[in-house]
Protein backbone atom coordinates (compact mmCIF):
# COMPACT_ATOMS: atom_id res chain seq x y z
CA UNK A 1 0.00 0.00 0.00
CA UNK A 2 1.56 3.19 -1.13
CA UNK A 3 2.10 6.06 1.92
CA UNK A 4 3.33 9.63 1.61
CA UNK A 5 4.06 11.00 5.11
CA UNK A 6 4.51 14.65 5.15
CA UNK A 7 6.35 16.35 8.16
CA UNK A 8 7.92 19.72 9.09
CA UNK A 9 5.26 21.92 8.98
CA UNK A 10 4.95 24.25 11.70
CA UNK A 11 4.07 28.32 12.99
CA UNK A 12 6.83 30.38 11.93
CA UNK A 13 7.42 34.00 11.86
CA UNK A 14 7.36 36.04 8.42
CA UNK A 15 11.09 36.07 6.87
CA UNK A 16 11.70 32.37 8.15
CA UNK A 17 12.47 29.47 6.89
CA UNK A 18 10.87 25.85 7.12
CA UNK A 19 11.98 22.37 5.54
CA UNK A 20 9.43 20.11 4.79
CA UNK A 21 9.55 16.21 3.78
CA UNK A 22 8.09 13.84 2.68
CA UNK A 23 8.59 10.26 2.99
CA UNK A 24 7.58 7.57 0.70
CA UNK A 25 6.79 3.52 1.07
CA UNK A 26 4.49 1.25 -0.78
CA UNK A 27 6.82 1.47 -3.59
CA UNK A 28 9.98 2.99 -5.58
CA UNK A 29 9.32 6.56 -6.53
CA UNK A 30 12.49 7.12 -8.41
CA UNK A 31 10.69 6.75 -11.79
CA UNK A 32 8.45 9.30 -10.95
CA UNK A 33 7.73 12.56 -10.78
CA UNK A 34 7.05 14.33 -7.26
CA UNK A 35 5.88 17.19 -6.65
CA UNK A 36 4.41 19.57 -3.53
CA UNK A 37 1.06 21.39 -3.48
CA UNK A 38 -0.71 23.73 -0.73
CA UNK A 39 -4.33 24.96 -0.11
CA UNK A 40 -4.92 27.73 2.20
CA UNK A 41 -7.84 28.92 3.93
CA UNK A 42 -10.83 28.75 1.28
CA UNK A 43 -8.78 28.77 -1.97
CA UNK A 44 -8.59 25.67 -4.45
CA UNK A 45 -5.05 23.27 -3.91
CA UNK A 46 -2.54 24.88 -6.04
CA UNK A 47 1.01 23.94 -7.58
CA UNK A 48 3.86 24.79 -5.55
CA UNK A 49 7.00 22.87 -7.03
CA UNK A 50 7.80 19.46 -8.85
CA UNK A 51 10.77 17.62 -9.60
CA UNK A 52 11.57 15.23 -12.34
CA UNK A 53 12.81 11.16 -10.78
CA UNK A 54 16.70 12.27 -11.46
CA UNK A 55 16.40 15.36 -9.53
CA UNK A 56 17.50 16.96 -13.05
CA UNK A 57 14.70 19.42 -13.88
CA UNK A 58 12.60 21.31 -11.15
CA UNK A 59 9.72 23.74 -11.66
CA UNK A 60 7.84 26.27 -9.34
CA UNK A 61 5.40 28.16 -9.18
CA UNK A 62 5.75 31.57 -9.46
CA UNK A 63 4.45 33.00 -6.15
CA UNK A 64 7.41 30.84 -4.82
CA UNK A 65 10.03 31.32 -7.15
CA UNK A 66 13.17 31.79 -5.96
CA UNK A 67 12.35 31.70 -2.47
CA UNK A 68 11.43 27.96 -2.49
CA UNK A 69 13.57 24.77 -3.72
CA UNK A 70 12.53 21.39 -4.33
CA UNK A 71 14.33 18.07 -3.81
CA UNK A 72 14.48 14.32 -3.64
CA UNK A 73 16.57 11.56 -2.04
CA UNK A 74 15.51 8.95 -4.14
CA UNK A 75 17.51 6.49 -2.12
CA UNK A 76 15.11 7.37 1.03
CA UNK A 77 12.17 7.62 -1.27
CA UNK A 78 12.05 10.81 0.08
CA UNK A 79 10.97 14.91 -1.62
CA UNK A 80 12.18 17.55 0.67
CA UNK A 81 10.53 21.86 0.38
CA UNK A 82 12.38 24.43 1.65
CA UNK A 83 10.97 27.45 2.26
CA UNK A 84 12.69 30.89 2.73
CA UNK A 85 11.81 33.30 2.94
CA UNK A 86 8.13 33.22 4.16
CA UNK A 87 5.29 35.35 4.19
CA UNK A 88 1.59 35.15 5.38
CA UNK A 89 0.45 34.10 1.68
CA UNK A 90 2.18 30.57 2.35
CA UNK A 91 -0.09 30.10 4.74
CA UNK A 92 -1.77 26.66 3.97
CA UNK A 93 -1.91 22.62 3.81
CA UNK A 94 0.93 21.52 1.88
CA UNK A 95 0.97 17.85 0.55
CA UNK A 96 3.10 15.82 -1.41
CA UNK A 97 1.80 14.01 -4.31
CA UNK A 98 3.49 11.26 -6.70
CA UNK A 99 2.70 11.87 -10.34
CA UNK A 100 0.71 8.67 -12.06
CA UNK A 101 -0.45 10.03 -15.47
CA UNK A 102 1.34 12.60 -18.15
CA UNK A 103 -1.73 13.75 -19.95
CA UNK A 104 -1.76 17.15 -18.68
CA UNK A 105 0.26 19.87 -17.39
CA UNK A 106 2.41 18.83 -14.16
CA UNK A 107 0.95 21.93 -12.69
CA UNK A 108 -2.45 19.90 -12.16
CA UNK A 109 -3.75 17.90 -9.24
CA UNK A 110 -5.18 15.59 -11.62
CA UNK A 111 -2.08 13.91 -12.70
CA UNK A 112 -1.14 12.73 -9.76
CA UNK A 113 -2.26 9.55 -7.76
CA UNK A 114 -0.90 9.40 -4.45
CA UNK A 115 -1.47 11.96 -1.95
CA UNK A 116 0.25 12.85 1.64
CA UNK A 117 -2.27 13.74 4.13
CA UNK A 118 -1.18 17.14 4.20
CA UNK A 119 1.31 19.39 7.03
CA UNK A 120 0.02 23.16 8.24
CA UNK A 121 2.22 25.78 7.68
CA UNK A 122 1.27 28.93 9.01
CA UNK A 123 3.28 32.17 9.08
CA UNK A 124 2.67 34.93 11.16
CA UNK A 125 3.09 38.65 10.44
Known amino acids: QVQLVESGGGLVQAGGSLRLSCAAS????????MAWFRQGPGKEREFVAA????????YYSDSVKGRFTISRDNAKNTVYLQMNSLNVEDTAVYYC??????????????????WGQGTQVTVSS
Open 51 to 58: IEPTGDRL
Open 97 to 114: AVRRWYTSARQEPREYGY
Open 26 to 33: GGTFSSYD
